[in-house]
T-cell receptor
């Protein structure tokens, strides 16, 4: 089972809203990732959590706030976003022994 | 920052033809992953490569880890319509003990039946 589950699949929000994206995996993986993908572009790394601690932040604006409540869950809190933040947000988890990175289906975010 | 260039950027091929694409970097990577992504979906892992010169197959797909560790190649044999999609390579470097995967620019494959 290599399943990473992301919710919601689609999200529309205004620039003053606060919302969250959620990601869950039950494969026992200890590293989880957030990527942002714009149309026709490759995924761009945002954050990495390793053993529930933030280990990489790719200079992401503070209006994106990641959280890792436990080793199976990863959240991305969104506040005061801009229309240019509209994108597909992808969560991934790392099988540490093989180095294989497994992605969820993504959350399509539209900021109005 | 690091950048991975994939070529070709896009290609149209006839069903049944073989396809080749590659990924090159100015940096050395420890692991290469190859993904396929359909519109609106997340990338699906196809093949993982771990050692320079390694050749690995997954059905009609064959990938190779370049001997310089700066490049990787993916071949698809006897293409079928469901091979349509975007193929990404991803190279793994280690930052502060954490695996960091950088994605290539992608190759968009279109198969003509």
């Amino acid at each position: 089972d290599t399943e990473v589950t992301q919710t919601p699949k689609h999200l529309v929000m205004g620039m003053t809203n606060k919302k969250s994206l959620k990601c869950e995996q039950h494969m026992g993986h200890r590293a989880m990732y957030w990527y942002k993908q714009k149309a026709k572009k490759p995924p761009e790394l945002m954050f990495v959590y390793s053993y529930e601690k933030l280990s990489i932040n790719e200079s992401v604006p503070s209006r994106f706030s990641p959280e890792c409540p436990n080793s199976s869950l990863l959240n991305l809190h969104l506040h005061a976003l801009q229309p240019e933040d509209s994108a597909l947000y992808l969560c991934a988890s790392l099988q540490g022994f093989t180095g294989e990175l497994f992605f969820g289906e993504g959350s399509r975010l539209t900021v109005l | 920052g690091q950048q991975l260039n994939q070529s070709p950027q896009s290609m149209f091929i006839q069903e049944g033809e073989d396809v080749s694409m590659n990924c090159t970097s100015s940096s050395i990577f420890n692991t290469w992953l190859w993904y396929k992504q359909d519109p609106g979906e997340g990338p699906v892992l196809l093949i993982a490569l771990y050692k320079a010169g390694e050749l690995t197959s997954n059905g009609r797909l064959t990938a190779q880890f370049g001997i310089t560790r700066k490049d990787s190649f993916l071949n698809i044999s006897a293409s079928i319509p469901s091979d349509v999609g975007i193929y990404f390579c991803a190279g793994q470097a280690t930052t502060s003990g954490t695996y960091k995967y950088i994605f290539g620019t992608g190759t968009r494959l279109k198969v003509l039946a």
